[in-house]
């Protein structure tokens, strides 16, 4: 089932946030047209840990997040560019760019322009900060969201916060924030009503997410502290020592904890005036831990896991992102997709698909990676240009 199957989004996006967003769009059946500055293209193409692939314009992060897309390349700068990308939003219901607040009407397309002409357009802006307020000029990457946001000041211990997290979830959360404020446009019930301009800020969106980190704060004043990798709203929750590595467990109901004790075998812990109830094991937290991971040292985290499963407390060993892609889990569900032999890399490539199973089959992109223009000849002979015409474009550097 491809949801979105007969919709074009065009993806003006470079790095993580914007392709993101029209990468899980692209799973979702859309035809997504990749729009590129020639000669460089999106600057993913450059980055990742294969300096090779990042001389071919193929580089690692590129490759994680367009599958499933077509390649143009525009010089959005000429006026016969302007023409061809004109003509390409004529034939889309969806453009998505994440450049700096006003670039896109400096260079004569931005959402005004284009609704005049396109009515209908589905517009969508992601930026740092927004559209507009005193930061929506300002340069942003995500570390500088997860710092701004809060993010950093609550992620590691007192002695080690702030951290960032490990992946740039800021602009990932900002992508998936789009994807979702798109997706709903499209589901206007009129079809010929559908037109909006959609403003997505990476800070609200992580803020968004942060659920009880800041209703704490907004309903009684409180601020969140770094607990390292403690749960702080329930005991006994978060990682602990086994006898071969950490395992996390959540524990956030009184039965849970009763089990715990069960498995572990340490009945007595139920009682224990200090554990009893569940506002003592968070004011005795440290004891508790020390006691649950004395009796976890006698086995393996894989053993723990089981048990605690069995019992019905929520509980996982800590694993690498080799051990997690290694493991049953994964593969039983499809979550990795191969494209063999992809060009302009010379070997298999092998990326993450959305995480969405439709009609129990895994959604799916049926395309690797393009190349920096590959399908630009294809894309001006869909929208009704000659091959002459082709040939002028390419001569006047306008594709």
């Known amino acids: 089932m491809t949801p979105l199957a007969g919709i074009r989004i065009l993806d003006l996006t470079n790095v993580l946030a914007g392709p993101f967003c029209c990468h899980q769009l692209a799973h979702m059946g859309a035809d997504v047209i990749k729009v590129e500055v020639p000669g460089s293209g999106d600057l993913a193409r450059q980055l990742g840990a294969d300096p090779d692939l990042n001389r071919k314009g193929m580089g690692t992060s590129f490759l994680a997040q367009n599958t499933g897309k077509r390649s143009i390349t525009i010089n959005m700068k000429s006026d016969k560019g302007k023409e061809v990308f004109h003509r390409l939003v ?125 209703s704490n704060f907004l309903q009684l004043g409180m601020e969140q502290q770094p607990m390292g990798n403690d749960n702080f709203t329930a005991s006994p929750s978060g990682t602990f020592r086994t006898g071969d590595g950490p395992i996390n467990i959540a524990a956030n109901k009184q039965e849970q904890f009763e089990a715990v004790c069960d498995v572990v075998g340490r009945p007595e812990l139920k009682t224990d005036p200090r554990f009893a109830e569940r506002q003592a094991r968070l004011d005795n937290r440290q004891e508790l831990t020390a006691l649950l991971e004395e009796a976890m040292a006698t086995n393996t985290a894989g053993h723990w896991r089981a048990a605690l499963n069995a019992a019905g407390v929520p509980a996982g060993e800590v694993l690498t992102v080799p051990q997690i892609l290694a493991h049953p889990q994964i593969a039983d569900r499809g979550l990795i997709a191969t494209f063999e032999n992809v060009p302009g890399v010379g070997r298999d490539v092998r990326v993450a698909r959305a995480g969405v199973k439709i009609d129990h089959a895994p959604v799916a992109t049926n395309t690797p990676p393009p190349l920096l223009g590959q399908d630009t000849d294809e894309l001006l002979g869909e929208l009704g240009f000659s091959a002459d015409d082709i040939a002028a474009l390419k001569a006047d550097k306008a594709v």
């Open 90 to 214: 004529a034939t889309s219901d969806v453009l998505v760019e994440n450049f700096r607040p006003g670039v896109m009407d400096r260079l004569g397309v931005g959402y005004e322009v284009l609704k005049k002409k396109h009515p209908n357009l589905i517009y969508c802006a992601i930026s740092g900060f927004g559209q507009d307020g005193p930061l929506k000029s300002a340069p942003a990457y995500d570390q500088i969201i997860q710092g701004m946001a809060g993010v950093m000041s609550v992620t590691g211990t007192p002695e080690t916060a702030p951290l960032r997290v490990g992946y740039p979830m800021a602009d990932t959360i900002g992508g998936m924030t789009a994807a979702f404020a798109v997706a709903s446009a499209l589901g206007n019930k009129d079809p010929n009503n559908r037109g909006c301009f959609i403003d997505v800020a990476m800070l609200e969106a992580v803020l968004s997410t942060m659920g009880w980190v800041v």
